[in-house]
């Protein structure tokens, strides 16, 4: 009764929008503070439980991996253009040196070749050059997606090895993913984030509506889940956290729920199971798994509770 309830709550929503001519889509990003914490299968749940009024997004550019779980069939490729990099026009150039002396990136050898992957593109180099030897030119620096999935609509993208900038490509990606979901009627972006706390989570969180915090019970899980909640704080974003595999160490859950007790809620625990493994294997995400016993049913039911937490929430 509960889940009919809430599929005819997820589709009378959508037909709300539709008699709508513009929507604003809200947008929700999911972070960790630290790598493999389970984030980005949890999503997958999420964005399959609500695929009816929901566009993925995928905002590790370093490491993107949700188009495992939902190939695309087509996709719309767009270049990425980062910071600029230093040219030198050898027929110009007088060999001064000044460049090679002044660059604080060591990227001018004494042959004075520039290794683009040391280059900051600070343009250092190109102002000081007494005899404009030096350009600063544009190149791609990666590539991101629009695809049709089996969920419709998935923005995701790909930095190229070296490339610094990655804020900078996140920022495009959530940009593009806002204009899909008005443009397709959906009126939330469910954005997957980087893990860490650098350039690519802030700019993944930027903008955003809420965050969800997928953690772990380890001492790593614990310090990262404390310094990403101080970053969330400072953008003033509403925020809940979820401990994956809490039955692990079940001493550390019990302190991660009393530091989130007066500030940011825990909403779910979910148990260690090899169905989150085994889903990744097929290609699926866990709720498209078939319920072989009640420890799978039960992961399955957290996860449609946290899709209806959010469903209300946004």
Avoid: W
């Avoid at 959508?14 to 960790?32: F, N, P």
């Avoid at 490729?77 to 002044?102: H, M, R």
């Avoid at 060591?106 to 102002?127: N, V």
């Avoid at 989570?201 to 019970?217: K, Q, R, Y």
């Amino acid at each position: 009764m509960e889940e009919e309830f809430y599929e005819f709550r997820t589709r009378y929503k959508g037909a709300d929008r539709m008699m709508t001519s513009k929507i604003e889509a809200k947008q929700l990003t999911v972070v960790s503070g630290k790598g493999g914490t389970g984030k980005s299968t949890i999503i997958a749940s999420i964005a399959y439980l609500l695929k009816d009024r929901a566009l993925l997004a995928d905002a590790d550019v370093d490491a993107a991996d949700l188009y495992i779980l939902f190939p695309p069939t087509k996709s719309e490729t767009k270049e990425y253009k980062g910071l600029k990099k230093a040219i030198i026009d050898f027929e110009k150039c007088t060999k001064c040196n000044i460049c090679q002396e002044s660059c604080r990136f060591d990227a001018i050898d004494s042959d004075l070749f520039i290794d683009s992957f040391k280059c900051e593109g600070c343009a250092l180099c190109y102002h000081i050059c007494p005899v404009s030897a030096i350009s600063m030119e544009e190149r791609i620096s990666g590539y991101y997606y629009s695809s049709d999935t089996r969920l419709g609509k998935m923005v995701h993208a790909k930095l190229n090895p070296g490339e610094e900038s990655s804020g900078l490509l996140v920022a495009e990606v959530r940009k593009k993913a806002k204009e899909e979901a008005e443009k397709t009627n959906k009126n939330l972006v469910l954005i997957d984030g980087s893990p860490g706390l650098g350039c690519p989570v802030i700019s993944s969180i930027t903008g955003s509506d809420m965050a969800l915090i997928v953690t772990e019970p380890t001492l790593s899980g614990k310090h990262d889940l404390e310094r990403i909640l101080k970053l969330l704080e400072q953008f003033h974003i509403p925020s809940y956290v979820i401990v994956n595999r809490f039955d692990i160490n079940e001493e550390i859950t019990e302190e991660i729920e009393a530091m989130c007790r007066d500030s940011t809620p825990v909403i779910s625990r979910i148990p260690f199971n090899p169905i989150f493994t085994k889903a990744m294997i097929e290609e699926k995400s866990v709720v498209e798994m078939e319920a072989t016993d009640d420890s799978v049913k039960n992961i399955q039911e957290l996860l449609h509770q946290i899709a209806k937490f959010i469903d209300e929430k946004l």
